[in-house]
């Protein structure tokens, strides 16, 4: 068992996006068929009119063109607690490492920043770590006695790993999705295991996408204000009540 830390790679996302994006929104305003719109994209002498095309329909709201592009990420090196949270996200699919088929008798796990700043809470975060493996491993030690093994015994021995285990899942969202999960997950309201996450993934979109994520992240790039109460803003924006007067 070992400390680890986060690792994203994009496995996938749809291709030509932008000529995908640029033809959903263009077929809810021309009378022409997306098909030929899209076969016409690569050909449009001004590669700006479909970025600054996308870019309005974006601000305006008319989001649904955003749907039909997707990424796909595998992640690793998170705890437990952060998928938690993430597939509390419905729009999107996942496909997470189980406990159940895979066996934890080895298991690595995340230290939380607050412990890792300091020797003796790390020391002391880390035994708690190899309490707990050497409970499982007993636990499936006296299970075996019983005569149970395998994925039946992993599966109720899991119950004492901690939410600290580290574990691996792919997840696929839309753009449209991605921009809410950064809206809300990019905040410095959000906890810091999951926002790391977001801004990696973030990271990844705006260097894959450009045109649709740049200026994209925690809801207050967006809104141009901090839509938080009073004492939760980080400060880099202004409050909603100093900018919009009722
Ligand atoms: C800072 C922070 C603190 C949090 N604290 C807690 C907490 O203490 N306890 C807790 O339980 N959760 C907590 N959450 C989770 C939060 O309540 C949401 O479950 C999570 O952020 C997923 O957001 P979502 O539902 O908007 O997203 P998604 O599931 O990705 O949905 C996207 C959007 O689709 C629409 N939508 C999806 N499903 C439905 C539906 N069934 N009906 C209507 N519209 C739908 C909504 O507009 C939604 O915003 C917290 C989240 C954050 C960011």
């Given amino acids: 068992m070992a400390e680890v830390g986060l690792h994203v790679e994009l496995l996938g996302k749809t291709g030509n996006a932008l000529a995908l994006i640029y033809a959903a929104c263009r077929q809810c305003y021309s009378s022409m068929f997306a098909a030929e719109i899209f076969e016409k994209v690569p050909a449009?002498?001004?590669?700006?009119?479909?970025s600054d095309f996308i870019g309005k329909v974006m601000a305006s709201g008319h989001e649904s063109p955003l749907e039909h592009v997707k990424f796909t990420f595998a992640i690793e090196g998170v705890s437990r607690a952060l998928t938690h949270q993430l597939v509390r996200h419905r729009m999107a699919s996942y496909s997470q490492q189980s406990q159940r088929y895979v066996k934890e008798s080895n298991f690595d796990y995340i230290v939380p920043p607050v412990f890792k700043k300091d020797k003796r809470l790390?020391?002391?975060?880390i035994s708690v770590m190899?309490?707990?493996?050497?409970?499982?491993?007993?636990l499936l030690?006296?299970?075996?006695?019983?005569?149970t093994e395998g994925e039946i015994a992993n599966q109720d021995a899991r119950f004492v790993l901690p939410q600290a285990a580290e574990?691996?899942?792919?997840v696929t969202m839309n753009c449209r999705e991605l921009k809410h999960f950064f809206a809300h997950r990019c905040c410095t309201r959000a906890?810091?295991?999951i926002r790391a996450l977001a801004g990696r993934m973030l990271e990844i979109c705006r260097k894959e996408l450009p045109e649709v994520f740049t200026g994209i992240g925690a809801k207050c790039?967006?809104?141009g204000y901090c839509p938080e109460g009073p004492?939760?803003?980080c400060g880099k924006y202004p409050l909603k009540s100093d900018v919009i007067k009722p």
């Fill in 122 to 125: 790390k020391k002391r975060f």
């Fill in 231 to 233: 004492g939760f803003s």
């Fill in 221 to 223: 790039e967006e809104l």
């Fill in 191 to 193: 906890q810091w295991e």
């Fill in 167 to 170: 574990t691996k899942i792919v």
């Fill in 130 to 138: 190899e309490d707990i493996q050497r409970g499982y491993n007993d």
């Fill in 44 to 50: 449009l002498e001004d590669p700006c009119k479909v």
């Fill in 141 to 147: 030690g006296l299970l075996k006695e019983e005569g």
